[in-house]
């Protein structure tokens, strides 16, 4: 019977998106370091996911031990889909190994994924220092990053608004546009959270 690793080894994705699949939906602390170690290679987006879905379904306390070493990683890869991992498992207490550096990464994509991973993790009393470290992005990269940027500060909550409306006063226009722009997501997002109260009753 083949192993995880050559199942992930397939040039098919479908079979390496099974044996993802198969992998969850049997836990095995075995699977930790096969899955881990397929994160930073897999070239399927979809099979990436499962995987880190899948690395959910494992052992918490052993996943994270396993990886806190990839955080550091130079593999651009390795190292986005342990934080997205961070995110997917949702637990607070990991927030701290989402660093100020992943924050301002250089790379786009790996800040953009630590951007989501803190708003999800971030406890409340951190939440004022990571809202000041997410605007001093505000207008950095291309319409994606920024309208990514826009989701994860309005994931936050009430607590953006005040800073963004000073950022809103900025004489960059590029952090200008951007604070108003968020601005006016967070308003819509917060009436139709409004509306859909006042459905639901």
Not at 11 to 38: C, F, M, N, W
Not at 46 to 55: C, E, G, K, P, Q
Not at 129 to 158: E, Y
């Amino acid at each position: 019977m083949p192993t995880l690793q050559e199942l992930l080894n397939s040039p098919d994705q479908s079979a390496r998106l099974k044996a993802a699949l198969a992998a969850g939906t049997y836990p095995d602390i075995s699977h930790i370091e096969v899955l881990i170690r397929q994160c930073a290679v897999e070239p399927d987006f979809f099979v990436r996911d499962t995987l880190s879905w899948a690395l959910m379904r494992q052992d918490r306390e052993t996943v994270v031990q396993h990886l806190i070493p990839e955080l550091d990683s130079s593999n651009k890869q390795a190292k986005i889909q342990a934080i997205h991992t961070f995110s997917k498992i949702g637990e607070k207490e990991n927030y701290s190994h989402i660093t100020k550096e992943m924050l301002l990464d250089p790379d786009d994509d790996v800040a953009s994924t630590a951007w989501r991973a803190a708003s999800v993790l971030v406890p409340e009393a951190q939440k004022p220092a990571l809202i000041q470290v997410l605007i001093s992005q505000l207008g950095r990269g291309d319409s994606d990053t920024q309208f990514g940027l826009t989701r994860f500060l309005c994931a936050i909550g009430q607590p953006i608004v005040a800073p963004l409306t000073v950022a809103a006063q900025s004489s960059d226009e590029p952090v200008r546009t951007h604070a108003e722009f968020t601005l006016i997501r967070y308003a819509e997002m917060e009436l139709e959270k409004q509306e859909s109260n006042k459905r639901g009753r």
